[in-house]
């Protein structure tokens, strides 16, 4: 959910006839030291061919094995306690063809495991080794595969970056599915072999009925620039259309070439752009081709538009992560089709340049180079501009002004809104207790609600009953809005360090509030009601144009209902 990180090389390109090049442990730690000493966000870091003896015959099972030279402490876990302390999580790439002169290669050979149809090949990597994909329909094969990554998972590898499956260029039945039984098998055995911990891919090719083995999908090798990054939206909507709901891409763009900078890199405004884009999609991640770096410093102009970009992303984790509930139980994920909501709405059946982002948040980003002004068309209601707090009169196009690409792009809160918030900027998910959760609030005439929920957010628990799921309402009539929260699901064990929910109820003129039926007396100022077990304050909101706000502080995981009564 958090910011991942894929690299390929670094400071110079990956050469796997030469281990003075490309990514080494000693880079690798620079990089995530100065992520946290600029107190940039990230979650995960993602090794490409780097970590590995790729396609080495020499080495017995050099696809699965530490590259010593380049990671000392890659194998015996001193990399993964390091990255630990600085919450941060590995994932690596994996690859479905092994050499064929090699120990396992004589295996496959013996006991016939390659793919058929197929040839050995000199790998495009290392053209000196030739490589040659196994039968991943073999449950044989599946079980030589996975007995591999236990050594793998236990020295700090959480999770898959499964690569180039179905891509052996055979024409069965076998290859067509290659990236399926794969992943199926390695979430079968993680599942059986290390229970505690939830899987985690992506993968290259979707299958109806992957979701259920914990497969995100990646829109592959794409350019960079402004139109392969418009080109984006319409592949993210196009795969949530099928069932894709754990959709992700490379942003900043894999390939260079076709950016704005010289030589076609990537540019300032482009690399804002993207990350401004990614946030709104499911699987956060950027990544560039072999030496390309594309971490925010490198970026001038762009770098506080992309760690403002972040940090949104972050703040917003209570509310994707409580559609990562809804998409387990519903299929349906964080990221929507207009037409999923307003079916009936002709200005919206083609309208790939806005998403639902989650039910209550839309999301159209800049995708134009320049762009002084966009037009927006928003579904009838009255929406409110994230940044200014400005209100839209839906049911029609706007134009929404996009001249400052630095610190602001569109999104905006749909009429109903309540999106829960964390209140402060953290590194990392769980880098803090969560005591606490703003809630914003921005109520219509028709009843709305949103299901938070919560968990350990590591294991698979929640299947046994040990989550955290209540329900908040909201609703306005004549001068009064009524917000409620539910008591919490019953079924549900789960005992979350929240405490309380300051609830930011969008409205002018707050005269009175009750909580329980009891009239309470405002706070003397923010901070004092900030330190309180509950009461209120009208004020103005910062964080959205200094629009009018009444700040109303209650115990979270408790029903209670809070009136608010306007002049």
């Known amino acids: 959910m958090g910011d991942g990180l894929h690299q390929w090389g670094a400071d110079n390109a990956w050469n796997g006839d030469d281990n003075s090049v490309g990514l080494n442990e000693t880079k690798l730690r620079v990089i995530i030291s100065r992520y946290r000493s600029e107190n940039i966000p990230i979650d995960a870091f993602t090794f490409d061919l780097d970590w590995m003896n790729w396609a080495r015959a020499g080495i017995p099972n050099s696809q699965f094995t530490w590259n010593s030279e380049k990671f000392p402490n890659g194998a015996n876990g001193g990399l993964k306690r390091w990255l630990d302390e600085q919450g941060v999580k590995m994932t690596a790439i994996l690859k479905p063809r092994i050499p064929v002169d090699s120990q396992e290669g004589s295996e496959a050979t013996k006991k016939g495991w390659?793919?058929?149809?197929?040839?050995?090949?000199?790998?495009?990597?290392?053209?000196?080794?030739?490589?040659?994909?196994?039968?991943?329909?073999?449950?044989?094969?599946?079980k030589w595969y996975t007995d591999h990554l236990g050594?793998?998972?236990?020295?700090?590898?959480?999770?898959?970056?499964?690569?180039?499956?179905?891509?052996?260029?055979?024409?069965?039945?076998?290859?067509?599915t290659e990236g399926l039984d794969a992943q199926r098998g390695i979430y079968n055995w993680q599942r059986t072999n290390r229970p505690d911990t939830r899987v985690w891919s992506i993968n290259r090719n979707f299958y109806l009925g992957s979701q259920r083995y914990a497969y995100g999908l990646w829109s592959g090798d794409i350019r960079n620039g402004f139109s392969s990054m418009a080109e984006q939206r319409n592949?993210?909507?196009?795969?949530?259309?099928?069932?894709?709901?754990?959709?992700?891409?490379?942003?900043?763009?894999?390939?260079n070439g076709s950016g704005t900078f010289a030589g076609g890199g990537t540019g300032y405004e482009d690399y804002a752009r993207w990350m401004q884009f990614a946030i709104?999609?499911?699987?956060?991640?950027?990544?560039?081709?072999?030496?390309?770096?594309?971490?925010?410093?490198w970026y001038g102009t762009g770098y506080d538009a992309a760690v403002e970009a972040i940090r949104l992303r972050y703040k917003l984790i209570p509310?994707?992560?409580s559609y990562e509930h809804q998409r387990n139980r519903t299929g349906v994920g964080i990221v929507r089709p207009l037409i999923f909501d307003w079916p009936n709405d002709r200005n919206v059946r083609n309208d790939s340049q806005s998403w639902l982002?989650?039910?209550?948040?839309?999301?159209?980003?800049?995708?134009?180079?320049?762009?002084?002004?966009?037009?927006?068309?928003?579904?009838?209601?009255?929406?409110?501009?994230?940044?200014?707090?400005?209100?839209?009169?839906?049911g029609q196009?706007?134009?929404?002004?996009?001249?400052?690409?630095?610190?602001?792009?569109?999104?905006?809160?749909r009429p109903g809104a309540i999106v829960p918030m964390l209140r402060e900027d953290v590194q990392y998910v769980g880098e803090k207790p969560l005591t606490e959760l703003n809630i914003e609030v921005f109520p219509d005439t028709k009843r709305t609600s949103f299901d938070y929920y919560d968990d350990d957010g590591k294991s698979y628990d929640y299947e046994k009953g040990i989550y955290f799921l209540q329900t908040l309402s909201v609703q306005?009539?004549?001068?009064?809005?009524?917000?409620?929260?539910?008591?919490?699901?019953?079924?549900?064990?789960?005992?979350?360090?929240?405490?309380?929910?300051?609830?930011?109820?969008?409205?002018?003129?707050?005269?009175a509030v009750s909580i329980n039926d009891a009239k309470l007396d405002p706070a003397a100022n923010l901070t004092s009601l900030t330190g309180a077990a509950e009461g209120w304050i009208a004020g103005i909101d910062p964080d959205h144009g200094n629009i009018p706000v009444t700040y109303v502080r209650i115990k979270a995981g408790e029903k209670q209902k809070i009136v608010l009564t306007t002049q």
């Open 397 to 413: 196009s706007i134009a929404f002004n996009t001249v400052k690409w630095e610190s602001n792009f569109p999104l905006f809160f």
């Open 357 to 394: 982002f989650g039910e209550w948040l839309l999301a159209s980003p800049v995708v134009e180079q320049g762009q002084r002004s966009k037009d927006i068309y928003l579904p009838q209601g009255t929406w409110t501009e994230w940044n200014s707090g400005k209100s839209q009169t839906g």
């Open 151 to 176: 050594s793998l998972f236990d020295s700090g590898i959480a999770g898959w970056w499964n690569d180039e499956f179905g891509s052996s260029g055979a024409t069965d039945d076998g290859n067509e």
């Open 235 to 255: 592949r993210m909507l196009g795969a949530v259309n099928a069932g894709a709901m754990q959709w992700t891409m490379d942003t900043g763009g894999f390939q």
């Open 114 to 142: 390659w793919m058929p149809n197929t040839k050995a090949v000199a790998d495009y990597f290392l053209p000196t080794t030739d490589m040659r994909h196994v039968d991943f329909s073999k449950p044989e094969v599946i």
């Open 319 to 321: 509310y994707i992560y």
């Open 476 to 511: 306005s009539k004549d001068k009064e809005v009524t917000f409620e929260t539910a008591a919490p699901d019953p079924a549900g064990s789960f005992k979350p360090e929240l405490e309380y929910y300051t609830v930011k109820i969008h409205v002018p003129n707050t005269a």
């Open 280 to 297: 709104c999609t499911p699987i956060f991640r950027v990544y560039g081709e072999n030496g390309v770096q594309r971490q925010l410093w």
